[in-house]
Structures are given as C-alpha cells and as structure tokens.
C-alpha cells in the first residue's frame, strides 16, 4: 500500500514559489491501476516523482508498506526504489551510448548481479517486451516506440512492486501509444501501476482516476 500523508512540495525560483504539491493525501492499495490526469504544471510530475522518492517532500510523509520512504538515508532510499519502484518517461531517459541490452542490465548492475545473471534477465525481459531481434541496437538505432519498450524491459526487469510511468506514450503515434499501454498492462498484473497522462480515454480506463489542479487533488473516483 502507498500511504501519502499531506505531502507538500514547493519550488522557488527567484522571488515565484510555486506549490507543485500543496497538501496531497492518498491510499493506493496494492496492486491498484491509478490514473492521474489535470492540466499542464498540476503537479502530477512532482506527485510522481515523491512517490518514486526521487523528490523530497518539504513536509508530508510517502509511506511505501509501512515504509516513510523520504526518512530513509540516502543509499537505503537507493537500495529501497531499486528494489520496489520501476520508472518510465515519456521521453525514453535511456542511455545514448549503451545498447538497449546494456541499458536494461543496468537495474541489475545497482544490485550487483553477475554479468551472466544480468544478461539472461535483461535478455529475457527484451524478448518479452518484442525485442529480441534489437538486443545490440543503441537508442538512436531504434523507433520511439522500440525505445519506450527498452525502458518498459529497464523499469520491469527487477520485478517492482511498483510501476510509475510519466505520459509513457505522450512521444508516439496513437497506435504504437496503444501497443505499448497495452504492453504494460500485460506485464503490469501483479503490479501497482500509477499512469500520469493527458490521454482522457487512457485516464479513464483505470479503475482509480486523480484529478490534479494547482498541486491539490481535485477529484478521486474509484
Ligand atoms: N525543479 C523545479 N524547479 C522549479 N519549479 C518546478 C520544478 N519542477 C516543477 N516545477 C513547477 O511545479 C509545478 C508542477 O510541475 P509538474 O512538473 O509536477 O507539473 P505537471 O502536472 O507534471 O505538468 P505537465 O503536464 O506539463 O507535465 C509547475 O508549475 C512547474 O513549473
Ligand atoms: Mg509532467
């Protein structure tokens, strides 16, 4: 269960404060598909990227299992997202110079998996994901969507409990948008999966729909 107690998040630039998170309060029950939907600058990033204890809270607690991720020291915080949390971007993140078989490995190498386990793993993962025909392509060798689903293989091969995707088809056309979605889902069962996205028929597909406005949530259904 992800447990968000009365999160706030502020940035200030220059003399403007902005409340990218201005007192969130959620439950998200384990294994739960949970779409967050709201304007542009809402703050679904940020509620994101604090549930993927890649941002600080300025007060507020993100419980994972119990867990009030954000006290944890920083490589127990490392240790803890490398072991729960997977990651996906809109725009890809992957490493330019690695091929897709070298970014996917590198979870593991964070866990210090032998090279042979490794490779077996993120192999396996390529091959799920269609792509055991482009182990040794590099990013720019390969299309959008080919490069989303090295990311999918990336942020699933450690078997997280959790899934974040940040607008994971924002990049694509609609249909490899939709060959993907339909890509995570299927790799995503046992998962909870929280899906940041301006797509309002993808939003609505989840059975939990957030509305963000403002750094609030403004809706909850579900
Ligand atoms: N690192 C940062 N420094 C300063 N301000 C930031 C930072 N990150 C986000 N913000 C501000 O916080 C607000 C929320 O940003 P956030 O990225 O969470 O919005 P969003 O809902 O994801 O928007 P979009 O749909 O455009 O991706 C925005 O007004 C943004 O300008
Ligand atoms: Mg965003």
């Given at each position: 269960?992800i447990?968000?107690?009365?999160?706030?998040k502020?940035?200030k630039?220059?003399?403007?404060?902005v409340?990218?998170?201005?007192?969130?309060?959620?439950?998200?029950?384990d294994?739960?598909?949970?779409?967050?939907?709201g304007?542009?600058?809402?703050?679904?990033?940020?509620?994101?990227?604090?549930?993927?204890?890649?941002?600080?809270p300025?007060?507020?607690?993100?419980?994972?299992d119990?867990?009030d991720?954000h006290?944890?020291?920083?490589?127990q915080?490392?240790?803890?997202?490398?072991?729960?949390?997977?990651?996906?971007?809109q725009?890809?993140?992957?490493?330019?110079s690695?091929?897709?078989?070298e970014?996917?490995?590198?979870?593991?190498?964070?866990?210090k998996y032998?090279k042979?386990?490794?490779?077996?793993?993120?192999?396996?993962?390529?091959?799920?994901?269609?792509?055991?025909?482009?182990?040794?392509?590099?990013?720019?060798?390969l299309s959008?969507?080919?490069?989303q689903?090295?990311s999918?293989?990336?942020?699933l091969?450690t078997?997280?409990?959790?899934?974040?995707?940040?607008?994971?088809?924002g990049?694509?056309d609609?249909?490899?948008?939709?060959?993907?979605?339909?890509?995570?889902?299927?790799?995503?069962?046992?998962?909870t999966?929280?899906?940041?996205?301006h797509?309002?028929?993808?939003a609505?597909?989840?059975p939990i729909?957030?509305?963000?406005?403002?750094?609030?949530?403004i809706?909850k259904?579900?």
């Amino acid at each position: 269960m992800i447990k968000i107690e009365n999160v706030i998040k502020n940035y200030k630039v220059g003399e403007t404060q902005v409340h990218a998170c201005n007192g969130v309060r959620l439950e998200i029950p384990d294994g739960a598909f949970v779409s967050v939907s709201g304007r542009s600058g809402s703050g679904k990033t940020t509620l994101l990227n604090l549930i993927a204890g890649k941002e600080k809270p300025d007060s507020g607690k993100v419980l994972i299992d119990g867990v009030d991720i954000h006290k944890l020291p920083d490589k127990q915080l490392s240790k803890f997202r490398n072991e729960n949390i997977g990651f996906v971007f809109q725009s890809f993140l992957l490493e330019p110079s690695m091929t897709a078989l070298e970014n996917v490995e590198l979870p593991l190498i964070i866990r210090k998996y032998s090279k042979e386990k490794r490779r077996e793993i993120a192999k396996d993962m390529l091959e799920k994901v269609g792509l055991g025909e482009r182990l040794y392509h590099k990013p720019g060798q390969l299309s959008g969507g080919e490069r989303q689903r090295v990311s999918i293989a990336r942020a699933l091969c450690t078997n997280p409990k959790i899934l974040v995707a940040d607008e994971p088809t924002g990049n694509l056309d609609a249909k490899t948008g939709e060959d993907i979605m339909a890509l995570i889902r299927s790799l995503t069962k046992d998962c909870t999966f929280v899906l940041v996205t301006h797509d309002e028929e993808l939003a609505r597909s989840a059975p939990i729909r957030i509305v963000m406005r403002d750094g609030k949530i403004i809706s909850k259904n579900g």
